[in-house]
């Protein structure tokens, strides 16, 4: 299957006032060779531009509509809007006897559960669909990975097509088997006019097709995604993810400066701090982490509290940078609570809720006024303290403020300009600060759609890791699933020390341990405590070691799964180095002691040497031996790991 054969005018449908509308023939412009728009012109002045994107490298391509009413009346009611609606010419199966269920090489449907706080959270999940079945994707409460991410693969034997959707509101998707297979995407129950004079634009339909088997096809996909679709490496900015000790807003300046010349003091490593929530309003009580204290209820009142931070946070952003460090501060400009600083002072501003009694209400994006003043308030924020990251969370589920401010004739409207204007915000901030990237949280993993991995870094991929016990075999699991699709991800080690395992399973694209983040937690120099940061400054070396690898070629030797009496085995390789890693955990409960994994895109004739990052022992094989398996991973104990580093010789 090739898209180039595929990728012709259209792929998109509508309804006009409940009428099905036949597209004209278009009107074509060339961008560039691999670049192109098509302009289709309705009665009434409705215009439809499909702006598309060929990339023969990946053999993928992406579109966006940008609809226009360039009449002088509004447009009639356009509902049944399918950014993406395509036949994909998978080959039929062979007809089911009664009493048989369908095996590969059927046809089937994956997709992955989303950032939902919960162990499943970035599950694979398969669909085999027969002839004349439908199954349906899509998000809820209107944030584009909650509760599944916004990828649709199809797959047959070794033919597949990975489907990604850019939109970071609500979306659905659906996949029909047929002859072939159709697949729609678009924002969910749109039923609106435009006025005369407005443009919008809607969904962003990515799709990559693949001839080589589903795990050779998202290693294609991964590629894509680093070279097209990711922020990190473009430009100025980094092509690594952070390296970061947390420190709690509601922790003095005083004591954060303390805690930076310890860190300097004993060389452990770090190379970010990041400054989480708390540092803003005007609490006079001890917050001293963010499960304690009255913090959380100054959201919309973005100002250094002053209690905490007499100086602005200026002192600190000048110790970091004298620390040859970075600094990372977080965020959350789109949510706010009555009674704040900008709802008393702009309520115009402001999305609120069907309920009255609401207290929280919604900084709206899609007023000029707002998004104008709130790029200037975070813009102040990056200049003043010098920030090299901007960390943005978004802790509610904006779809029933955007739906209570719709006119019957208009559904739609004010989610399509939220979401226009959160594009518009984050891209200005990018413009003006070439250096910068942006971490895009949204209460852990809720926000992972392509529109915004073009943008941002997702370093907390799920807010299960909030809790300072969580279990970090599930976050293991939740790691091996979330890379399958995205190159840079990250999650966090919370604040226990002492166990490699533990650490190892938190390690990705990125790092952030909360060991001496909040208040109570002494950074002092008992013999004890520098012992234990001498064990941080080790795990840090290793994780710098093992770190360009997280974003390479991944395959995952075991499928993300929550049994604790399993192995999980994860291979990432470096095709253009010759080199790659072995990450084995043997779990909790695994009554095995060795493993035999079949390694991934090794030359069979060539010789490799495998070394153990824990004994430092070298052993040299073939690429035959380790692609066939007839090697051994030994790991004695339970709930124990092993780091294998390789190269060819």
């Known amino acids: 299957m090739r898209l180039e054969d595929m990728v012709c005018e259209g792929g998109f449908s509508f309804l006009l006032d409940g009428v099905a509308v036949s597209l004209p023939v278009p009107e074509k412009k060339a961008v560039s060779t691999d670049a192109w728009e098509e302009v289709y012109r309705f009665p009434g002045g409705l215009v439809i531009t499909r702006k598309v994107t060929f990339y023969q490298e990946f053999d993928a391509c992406d579109w966006v509509l940008f609809l226009k009413n360039e009449g002088s009346r509004d447009t009639g009611i356009l509902s049944g809007l399918w950014d993406c609606d395509i036949c994909l010419p998978f080959p039929a199966d062979k007809p089911l006897r009664p009493g048989f269920r369908p095996f590969d090489p059927y046809f089937k449907v994956i997709n992955a559960i989303g950032g939902a706080q919960s162990p499943e959270d970035f599950m694979p999940r398969e669909f085999f669909l027969l002839q004349g079945e439908t199954r349906g994707f899509g998000t809820v409460g209107g944030r584009s990975s909650s509760p599944v991410m916004p990828f649709v693969e199809m797959v047959r034997g070794q033919e597949g097509v990975i489907a990604a959707i850019g939109w970071s509101g609500d979306w659905y998707a659906s996949v029909t088997r047929q002859e072939d297979a159709v697949y729609r995407a678009g924002i969910p129950d749109l039923h609106f006019r435009l006025h005369p004079g407005e443009e919008i634009r809607t969904t962003r339909t990515v799709l990559l097709a693949y001839n080589d088997g589903c795990i050779h096809g998202h290693n294609k996909f991964r590629r894509f995604m680093k070279k097209h679709f990711s922020i990190m490496g473009q430009g100025q900015r980094p092509a690594r993810g952070p390296v970061a000790m947390s420190l709690w807003g509601g922790v003095s300046t005083e004591e954060c400066i303390r805690r930076i010349k310890m860190v300097q003091k004993y060389e452990i490593g770090f190379e970010y701090i990041w400054m989480d929530a708390g540092w803003y309003g005007e609490s006079r009580q001890d917050c001293p982490d963010e499960f304690s204290g009255d913090w959380g209820v100054h959201a919309g009142t973005w100002t250094v509290n002053p209690n905490y931070h007499p100086?602005?946070?200026?002192?600190?952003?000048?110790?970091?940078?004298?620390?040859?460090?970075?600094?990372?501060?977080?965020?959350?400009?789109?949510?706010?609570?009555?009674?704040?600083?900008?709802?008393?002072?702009?309520?115009?501003?402001?999305?609120?809720?069907?309920?009255?009694?609401?207290?929280?209400?919604?900084?709206?994006?899609?007023?000029?006024?707002?998004?104008?003043?709130?790029?200037?308030?975070?813009?102040?924020?990056?200049?003043?303290?010098?920030?090299?990251?901007?960390?943005?969370?978004?802790?509610?589920?904006?779809?029933?403020?955007?739906?209570?401010?719709?006119?019957?004739?208009?559904?739609?409207?004010?989610?399509?300009?939220?979401?226009?204007?959160?594009?518009?915000?984050?891209?200005?901030?990018?413009?003006?600060?070439?250096?910068?990237?942006?971490?895009?949280?949204?209460?852990?993993?809720?926000?992972?759609?392509?529109?915004?991995?073009?943008?941002?870094?997702?370093?907390?991929?799920?807010?299960?890791?909030?809790?300072?016990?969580?279990?970090?075999?599930?976050?293991?699991?939740?790691?091996?699933?979330?890379?399958?699709?995205?190159?840079?991800?990250?999650?966090?080690?919370?604040?226990?020390?002492?166990?490699?395992?533990?650490?190892?399973?938190?390690?990705?694209?990125?790092?952030?341990?909360?060991?001496?983040?909040?208040?109570?937690?002494?950074?002092?120099?008992?013999?004890?405590?520098?012992?234990?940061?001498?064990?941080?400054?080790?795990?840090?070396?290793?994780?710098?070691?093992?770190?360009?690898?997280?974003?390479?070629?991944?395959?995952?030797?075991?499928?993300?799964?929550?049994?604790?009496?399993?192995?999980?085995?994860?291979?990432?390789?470096?095709?253009?180095?010759?080199?790659?890693?072995?990450?084995?955990?043997?779990?909790?409960?695994?009554?095995?002691?060795?493993?035999?994994?079949?390694?991934?895109?090794?030359?069979?004739?060539?010789?490799?040497?495998?070394?153990?990052?824990?004994?430092?022992?070298?052993q040299v094989y073939t690429g035959r031996q380790l692609r066939e398996g007839k090697w051994a991973v030994e790991i004695p104990e339970r709930g124990e790991s092993r780091m294998l580093f390789y190269k060819k010789l």
């Open 311 to 618: 100086d602005g946070l200026e002192d600190l952003a000048a110790k970091i940078k004298e620390a040859g460090m970075k600094f990372i501060l977080w965020c959350e400009p789109e949510r706010a609570l009555l009674g704040t600083r900008w709802t008393k002072e702009h309520p115009d501003w402001f999305l609120h809720a069907p309920d009255p009694a609401a207290e929280t209400v919604l900084l709206d994006l899609g007023n000029a006024e707002a998004r104008a003043a709130c790029i200037d308030l975070i813009d102040d924020l990056i200049t003043r303290l010098e920030l090299d990251c901007y960390r943005q969370d978004f802790n509610m589920e904006p779809a029933g403020f955007w739906s209570h401010h719709d006119a019957e004739d208009r559904r739609g409207i004010t989610q399509i300009r939220h979401i226009m204007g959160l594009y518009a915000f984050w891209d200005a901030l990018l413009a003006r600060h070439p250096k910068l990237f942006i971490d895009n949280c949204a209460s852990g993993g809720r926000r992972l759609d392509i529109e915004l991995m073009k943008r941002s870094m997702p370093l907390w991929q799920t807010d299960y890791a909030c809790v300072w016990n969580y279990d970090a075999e599930d976050v293991q699991s939740h790691t091996s699933g979330a890379m399958w699709w995205l190159p840079y991800t990250g999650t966090g080690t919370g604040s226990i020390t002492g166990n490699t395992y533990r650490y190892r399973c938190t390690y990705a694209a990125s790092f952030v341990t909360a060991r001496w983040s909040y208040a109570w937690q002494d950074m002092v120099e008992t013999p004890e405590a520098v012992e234990e940061m001498g064990w941080m400054k080790e795990r840090l070396a290793e994780y710098k070691r093992a770190q360009p690898y997280y974003t390479e070629d991944y395959y995952p030797l075991t499928a993300p799964c929550l049994s604790k009496n399993t192995w999980a085995l994860q291979q990432f390789d470096r095709p253009g180095e010759g080199d790659g890693m072995v990450v084995a955990f043997r779990r909790s409960e695994s009554c095995l002691s060795v493993a035999g994994p079949r390694l991934y895109g090794l030359e069979a004739d060539a010789m490799y040497e495998m070394e153990n990052s824990d004994t430092g022992e070298r």
